[in-house]
């Protein structure tokens, strides 16, 4: 159960490591799928019901959003199926405290645009620090379609102030390189701008597939072309949808990496296979285990990981750069020197510093080491090497984004003695249950609070 009041902030995990996890658990729907999900809702005014829906704090967070717009919603968190209806806009302007929270008011742009002639007005995008993360190719591909789009600073935080009063008009537009949110937005935008809009270089990655199933149900002629190009025509009228949202890769993935590294057996219910192609050869290259069944995937430990790897994150159908962090901890335990390159963001190893503190043998470099990226030419530390097998030993932690929260918790559950972490509400952000599914593998794991006389030192 998530609760959001201030005093989350002063939990922490008590992890006691070095044991082999084993069972049996599921892994949730997506996170990077539902909160677009949810969002794509809000182009029409028929009910969608949606099945799988992780119960995570993001998920919270969008369906407040939602509701500040007008949205009407039912989430039965048991069962984990959102019911939203949204008939009318009540507004259309996203409060400041959206804003930091996430990367998915920025999207609302997109969504309302063609429901509203009045300005949309969205706060600065939040979501984790792992680099600049701007959206100027959001904003010039919604440009592109007619909408006008002014920066303003607003008391202390700037806002997008976005109108489409001539309405927007499909084209041909072309993404400077394949984001994620910038070809949802565009998407997005493009049902219902006048004739036919088609995003070349546009992101393919598994959960805008997810919102492209979507978009084809609620009544949007919609289709992905070999060459990376989304194709779409505005609908002509928009029907009720039911949809199941696909698992979660990165939490499925990140459950496997932890069955490996602590010697374990796990079988995750739900991992797709599809989706965790270039995922699985990478554990077969390491000397991992696992066997695709047809509800799951089974992860496990058979002998002494190898090293000698070479992993760059990238776009679909590359590495998934979230896959990237638990990787790098899987490595630590690899007999050899491993290289991992990441591409997608400039800034994403921070980590990696706590992961040496910890005993690990990382160092980190500048350059590419791999085929050039888009940082070749800049000073940001997105290559590294490491050296394992190195053994990793307890720390008192403090998570400063989602995904290095996970490897924190990896490596403090490979560790053989207590390790504290705080911060733990980032990973509510994106892993539901954590905690319980932990526990139920065998982990030595509990949830606290800070006791008075640590806080300040923690927090
Ligand atoms: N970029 C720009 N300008 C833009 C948009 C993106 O320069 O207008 C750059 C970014 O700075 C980054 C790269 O393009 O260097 C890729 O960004 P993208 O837009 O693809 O990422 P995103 O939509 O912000 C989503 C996920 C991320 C995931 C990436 C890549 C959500 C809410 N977030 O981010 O997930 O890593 O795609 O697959 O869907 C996470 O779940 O922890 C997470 C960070």
Redesign the pocket.
Known sequence: MITRDKTQGMDMLKIKGGIALQGVVRAAGA??AI?KLLVASLLSNKRCVFFNVPNIADVEITVDLCREIGSDIHWDKNEGVIEIVTKELKTTYIPQRFSGS??IPILMIGALMGRTDEDIIVPTAG??K?????????IHALEKLGAIIEYREMKKEGAYFARAHQGLRGTVIHLP?P????TENTILASCRANGTTVIKNA?I?P?IIDLVLFLQKLGVAIAVDVDRSIRIQPAEEFQEVEHTVITDR?EAASLGMLAISTKGKVFVEGAQHQHMITFLNKLREVGAGFQVKSNGIEFFYKGPLKGGLHVETDVHPGF???WQQPFVVLLTQAEGHSIVHET???NRFGYTETLREMGADIQRFTHCLGSPCRFSSQNYCHSLVVKGPTPLSSRDITIPD??AGFAYVMAALIAPETSLISGPHYLDR?YENLVQKLTSLGADVTREAIPTSQKSSRV
């Open positions: 996170k990077n909160t996430n990367r979501g984790c792992i680099g600049k993360r701007p959206v100027d190719f959001h390189y984001s994620v949110g910038a992101a990655e959960e990165i998934l750069t979230d997608v963001y400039e989602l995904r994106g």
